[in-house]
């Protein structure tokens, strides 16, 4: 268990994970696109440590985005070993027990399960060491991360409140907008656990006590993420991959507890009898601005820190970005439950950073019979936050869903319609396509074998043109993608109409043959980036209302839904990008970091909309 996040930083210093730099940096949108830059390197580039932040605090960035730093920060060398820890405690607890004498084998394992329970400290911890005089949130360094954000936002809040009737815990990670020095905002979803504490509070006519906690051993920020069923203490899974419980101690503003070794504490309540507040723009990890909405305020009543505390903060946007690595631990360590309590048929599950975690999901499953796949994606969709994914990928492959050559077979075998499983339900809040807020569609393409009487047919081999022609209203055609994947792109003019009929006449005219996916964008779309097109294509598609067959062909509809295309009617919200100002002070700027030779800027892959257009799009 690390001590607090300075001994972390020494396990990263020691391991060449950590860059330091001493020049001095702004948090107003300098240390944004440094970060962006090294943190979209191969591997994901290092942590980044500011020491000169304008503030008495440095700054750690960028600390669980590599394969290796989240092994570090969960302290196992492989996250297939915590894994496989957690599917033997799960097979043991949920396996049947005819006999006595099995009841009596799983005492032992209840025992020590008991040891990981989070314990109460007397007295104070490290954590209160030192009490500002006044809460006082411009002492420290947080980030303004893109230049449309409402203002600067607290990325890696701990956000601790309790259920006023059972009084169980939860630590979830929501974004908090600084409105003063002593208040912000409080954006927890609908569907979050906070969200409801908070309704609870509301009927009981109650301040609801909240405390946000900053840094302390990093396997505490990856527990706030992790997709936990209702009711089980994060600080539970913490004790259990740490193998030693949590030590808290309470707050000195309001009853609840927190961990004694964090850095920073910030108490506070949050009335809900009071108006809700405009909250945002901010950049988000989608890689699309999520829109102003109206969110309860935090009222803070205290600041306590450590000596010598490190201000903890991540950047989310256009993946991948350090979330992508943090989803991968929750792959690893989601798989088992998964199995064992909802799906035993499973082999693995992929969420691609192409996907921001939730459109996407790939899923190798052992098949025994007809139809299975379309059974492993309902139930998939009503297991925990999996009821927010939109296009669901199911392979039946020896092969690993990581391995893209098994995805490709699997996808030329796929027929159209028969393949395809459409439904509607629960979406991200953040998901700026889906019909409404919240919700919208779903589809599943089965890509397992078909080897039973009934379902087996002969693909059509994939045929094109050798010069292709165009229809009015065509710009562009990638066809790099057709033979592996049987996937065609193009691209259309700007108020395109009767997409449709367009399509079908061009694969007439062209005598196209054996494709199977159409992905249909704006014509400005760069065609050469495969990973940047599926997220494109993930993002701009509502899975229902943006998707439409042609004879053996899904044709999806990528484009900018902005203006009323498809019967759209909400506000589409931009890219997140940097602004170019501070593109070039980094371009400038950038020998004095001390971070190698210069790199670009990944903002440059898109079209940068001037600081004055705001987030959101308009056409």
């Known amino acids: 268990m690390y001590k607090n996040l300075t001994t972390f930083i020494e396990v990263l210093r020691q391991n060449d994970e950590l860059a330091e730099i001493d020049a001095p940096v702004s948090p107003e949108l300098e240390i944004t696109e440094i970060t962006d830059r090294i943190s979209k390197q191969p591997g994901g580039g290092k942590a980044l440590l500011f020491h000169d932040t304008g503030t008495d605090f440095p700054l750690l960035i960028n600390m669980m985005g590599s394969d290796r730093r989240i092994c570090l920060a969960l302290g196992v060398n492989r996250l297939e070993d915590l894994a496989e820890r957690i599917y033997e405690l799960f097979g043991k607890v949920v396996s049947p027990k005819p006999t006595l004498a099995d009841k009596a084998r799983l005492l032992p394992v209840l025992g020590k399960a008991?040891?990981?329970?989070?314990?109460?400290?007397?007295?104070?911890?490290?954590?209160?060491?030192?009490?500002?005089?006044?809460?006082?949130?411009?002492?420290?360094?947080?980030?303004?991360?893109?230049?449309?954000?409402?203002?600067?936002?607290?990325?890696?809040?701990?956000?601790?409140?309790?259920?006023?009737?059972?009084?169980?815990?939860?630590v979830g990670m929501y974004r908090m907008q600084v409105f003063s020095e002593d208040s912000t905002g409080m954006h927890w979803h609908l569907?979050?656990?906070?969200?409801?504490?908070?309704?609870?509070?509301?009927?009981?006519?109650?301040?609801?006590?909240?405390?946000?906690?900053?840094?302390?051993?990093?396997?505490?920020?990856?527990?706030?993420?992790a997709p936990l069923p209702e009711g089980i203490d994060e600080y539970l899974l913490a004790g259990f991959i740490?193998?030693?419980p949590v030590e808290l101690v309470r707050c000195l503003t309001n009853e609840l507890?927190?961990?004694?070794?964090?850095?920073?504490?910030?108490?506070?309540?949050?009335?809900?009898?009071?108006e809700k507040v405009t909250e945002g723009p901010f950049g988000d990890h989608t890689g699309f601005y999520s829109l102003e909405d109206r969110y309860p305020v935090f009222h803070i009543t205290c600041i306590t820190y450590r000596q010598n505390a490190v201000y903890?903060?991540?950047?989310?946007?256009?993946?991948?970005?350090?979330?992508?690595?943090?989803?991968?631990?929750?792959?690893?360590?989601?798989?088992?439950?998964?199995?064992?309590a909802v799906q035993p048929e499973i082999r693995q599950l992929y969420l691609p950073a192409a996907g921001v975690m939730h459109n996407i999901a790939l899923v190798n499953i052992q098949k025994s019979y007809p139809g299975q796949g379309f059974k492993v994606a309902h139930s998939l969709w009503g297991a925990g936050q999996m009821m927010f994914n939109k296009f669901c990928l199911v392979l039946s492959t020896e092969k690993s869903v990581y391995d893209p050559t098994a995805v490709c077979e699997a996808l030329r075998e796929v027929q159209i319609p028969r393949d395809l499983l459409f439904s509607k339900g629960p979406l991200d809040v953040l998901d700026h396509t889906a019909s409404g807020m919240d919700f919208g569609g779903k589809c599943c393409i089965d890509a397992t074998p078909k080897d039973w009487e009934g379902e087996k047919t002969e693909p059509l081999p994939v045929s094109l043109p050798h010069r292709w022609q165009f229809p009015e209203g065509i710009t562009g055609i990638e066809e790099t993608y057709a033979s592996d994947w049987a996937v065609l792109v193009v691209t259309v003019r700007k108020g395109t109409e009767h997409l449709p009929g367009l399509m079908e006449q061009l694969l007439a005219c062209n005598a196209v043959r054996g494709i199977k996916f159409l992905l249909v964008f704006d014509s400005n779309v760069p065609l050469a980036k495969p990973e940047y097109l599926l997220w494109l294509a993930a993002s701009h598609c509502d899975a229902v209302r943006d998707l439409f067959l042609l004879p053996g062909t899904l044709v999806l509809d990528a484009r900018i839904k902005a203006g009323g295309v498809n019967g759209f009617s909400r506000p589409w919200?931009?890219?997140?990008?940097?602004?170019?100002?501070?593109?070039?002070?980094?371009?400038?700027?950038?020998?004095?970091?001390?971070?190698?030779?210069?790199?670009?800027?990944?903002?440059?892959?898109?079209?940068?909309?001037n600081r004055q257009t705001g987030a959101v799009y308009n056409p």
Request: glycine residues 8%; hydrophobic residues 30%.
């Open 242 to 244: 740490r193998q030693k």
């Open 114 to 170: 008991s040891r990981w329970l989070p314990r109460r400290k007397s007295g104070r911890g490290a954590c209160q060491q030192i009490r500002m005089d006044q809460p006082d949130l411009s002492r420290l360094p947080i980030l303004r991360c893109w230049p449309h954000d409402g203002g600067r936002f607290i990325t890696l809040p701990l956000v601790h409140t309790q259920d006023p009737e059972s009084g169980a815990r939860n």
């Open 573 to 609: 919200p931009h890219i997140v990008t940097m602004d170019r100002q501070t593109i070039r002070q980094v371009d400038r700027r950038w020998p004095e970091y001390g971070l190698g030779p210069r790199i670009s800027s990944p903002s440059l892959s898109f079209p940068l909309p």
């Open 312 to 340: 903890p903060a991540t950047i989310v946007g256009v993946p991948p970005q350090e979330d992508l690595y943090i989803g991968k631990a929750t792959e690893a360590i989601f798989l088992a439950p998964i199995r064992l």
């Open 191 to 225: 569907h979050k656990t906070g969200a409801r504490h908070y309704e609870a509070y509301k009927k009981r006519g109650e301040r609801m006590p909240a405390t946000v906690c900053l840094g302390g051993d990093p396997i505490y920020t990856y527990c706030s993420t």
């Open 257 to 274: 507890e927190v961990p004694a070794d964090c850095d920073f504490v910030i108490e506070g309540y949050v009335d809900p009898t009071e």
